[in-house]
């Protein structure tokens, strides 16, 4: 008979905790994505969250224009069996078009980006011409008509949509808003993030260490981590194991930001507060996931305002991060979920699992000659060894019931490119 015992995070297969796609559901059921909006110059709107709808107000481009120098023509104009000369009487440059009216027989010299001349619609690029006196060209028989040339609204058609609300904007974005002339942009507020780290054993850089102290790493690699994510970032620093300073830093932490982070003490240790102040302060949505590493993880809101304690291992606190905290970050900033774009890879080990959790080893892969994907782990995946992070390209992604992998099966991965 199986035997009764209490809750503990060093059981590896505990019921009360929950799947990783039940915890990603909890979250984003639970959050609410920010409301406010700021107005912003363009040029300042990188990487920032549309408030709205874009609508283009204009073509792009608003004429028709060539798309080559050369010389346009119209197309019945053009010849059918042979070469034949033609006179060149005018020019289209970009922005000054034409004065010269198109007559057949002759053509009109335009460069890219001038505006086709009534009458014209084919484009002769000039080094498929000769130029016979410097007023006359030759154009041989092999041209189609239409060639060369690009139609209003060829890029963007006034009234379409363009960008949806929550998008994140990317260079070509911006160069787009631009090319409506759009100077400025309703765009979503930053979130504000807050992260603390506990743990009485952390000594801060330049600290001598002491028997059995470290220094604090975590922060750091959350800062980095929150970097990439362009929010509002507040550092809290390090927070003493006891019961006042940790309630001290829920409420200061709660008070000015959407959202905060702690590293450590999620454990049922005796230095372990976060759960207990959670409780007193506010709601606790989930306090463990079926996940390798980063079981005690605990997903929480005190008014609101999302809370997230990470193990303290600092394995488990990019993991975890990365699977829970950044998509849950995204859609507090955009209100949109996106899954990251994962690639099946050849596995070049044995790995043995057990079922019943979800593991992100972290490992190397490269592309084949054959243009394969073939990946591998970085060493020791001890949770406490930063470097096998360091060393990695990507994670492996082995889901709940796998019982493992041999050398040869297929696993998926998720590039880092798509998760970091
Ligand atoms: P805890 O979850 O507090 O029991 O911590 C688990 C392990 O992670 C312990 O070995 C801690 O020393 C280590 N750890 C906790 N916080 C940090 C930190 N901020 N930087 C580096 N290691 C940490
Ligand atoms: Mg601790």
């Not at 060209?137 to 040339?149: D, L, M, P, R, S």
Request: hydrophobic share 40%; proline share 5%; with cysteine.
């Amino acid at each position: 008979m199986k035997k009764e015992r209490a809750a503990s995070c060093i059981d590896a297969f505990e019921a009360d905790a929950i799947s990783v796609d039940d915890a990603r559901k909890t979250i984003f059921t639970k959050i609410i994505p920010i409301k406010e909006t700021e107005k912003l110059a363009i040029r300042d709107c990188l990487k920032r969250h549309l408030a709205y709808q874009v609508i283009s107000p204009i073509d792009v481009p608003p004429h028709t224009n060539s798309a080559m120098d050369g010389y346009a023509i119209a197309g019945i104009d053009l010849p059918t069996n042979e070469a034949k000369v033609y006179k060149v009487s005018g020019a289209s440059f970009a922005g000054i078009p034409s004065s010269e009216k198109y007559q057949a027989g002759s053509v009109i010299r335009i460069m890219t980006g001038g505006v086709m001349p009534a009458g014209t619609d084919t484009v002769i690029p000039q080094e498929l011409t000769e130029v016979l006196d410097g007023k006359c060209i030759k154009i041989e028989a092999e041209h189609k008509i239409g060639q060369n040339v690009r139609h209003p609204g060829e890029d963007l058609i006034k009234g379409s949509k363009i960008f949806s609300p929550g998008r994140r904007l990317s260079a070509a974005d911006i160069g787009i808003l631009a090319s409506l002339g759009i100077g400025e942009i309703k765009v979503k507020r930053r979130p504000r993030v807050a992260f603390f780290s506990t743990g009485d054993e952390l000594r801060s850089i330049g600290d001598d260490l002491k028997e059995g102290e470290i220094y604090d790493s975590n922060r750091y690699t959350l800062f980095a981590m929150l970097k990439n994510l362009d929010v509002e970032i507040l550092d809290l620093g390090v927070i003493p194991d006891t019961q006042e300073d940790i309630t001290k830093a829920f409420i200061n932490a709660s008070e000015n930001a959407d959202l905060f982070i702690s590293t450590g003490g999620v454990s049922v240790g005796e230095a372990d507060f976060i759960k207990p102040t959670l409780k007193a302060l506010g709601n606790t949505h989930f306090w463990k996931i079926a996940v390798k590493p980063g079981r005690p993880l605990t997903f929480g809101d005190v008014n609101k305002r999302w809370f997230f304690g990470l193990p303290g291992n600092p394995v488990a606190v990019m993991v975890t991060f990365l699977q829970f905290v950044q998509p849950a970050i995204k859609y507090l900033a955009s209100g949109i979920i996106k899954k990251p774009i994962t690639l099946k890879a050849k596995c070049n080990e044995d790995i043995y699992k057990r079922p019943g959790r979800t593991e992100y080893l972290r490992g190397v892969f490269e592309q084949t000659a054959t243009g394969e994907f073939e990946v591998k782990r970085t060493g020791k995946q001890g949770s406490g060894i930063l470097m096998s992070m360091s060393l990695a390209n990507c994670f492996i992604h082995m889901p709940n019931d796998s019982s493992g992998v041999q050398a040869g099966d297929s696993v998926e991965i998720q590039p880092f490119t798509n998760v970091i």
